[in-house]
């Protein structure tokens, strides 16, 4: 039983941990005020999270465009509405963008 607990407990540990990144990305969207326009489904103002990974989903720098547009914002990407800089750090911007490119 000890043999089993010693090898569980630490893929059980692992693969909490390996799921915490993408919650916390979640809890930072919603503290930043993300939530206000973007839902991760469904379209409000801006277009849903899903939609935004599935447009840069194989594009090599799709992260790098993502960072640009939440530090600087963007218009014309998805219709009419601009989207305002975001007040985010350049490393919350990276894993804001990480977890929306896995989505």
């Known amino acids: 039983m000890n043999l089993t607990r010693s090898i569980l407990m630490p893929a059980g540990i692992a693969m909490l941990l390996g799921a915490a990144p993408s919650m916390a990305d979640e809890a930072m969207a919603k503290a930043k005020g993300c939530t206000a326009c973007h839902d ?6 801006g277009p849903a999270y899903a939609d935004v ?9 799709a992260q790098a465009t993502m960072v640009g547009s939440i530090l600087k ?3 014309g ?3 009419p ?7 985010v750090s350049e490393d919350e ?3 804001l963008a990480a ?4 989505l």
């Open 73 to 75: 914002g963007s218009n």
């Open 40 to 45: 991760v489904k469904k379209k409000l103002v």
């Open 93 to 95: 911007a990276k894993k």
């Open 99 to 102: 977890w929306i490119a896995a």
């Open 53 to 61: 990974a599935k447009k840069y989903k194989g594009d090599a720098g």
């Open 77 to 79: 990407k998805y219709g």
């Open 81 to 87: 509405i601009p989207m305002p800089p975001n007040k």
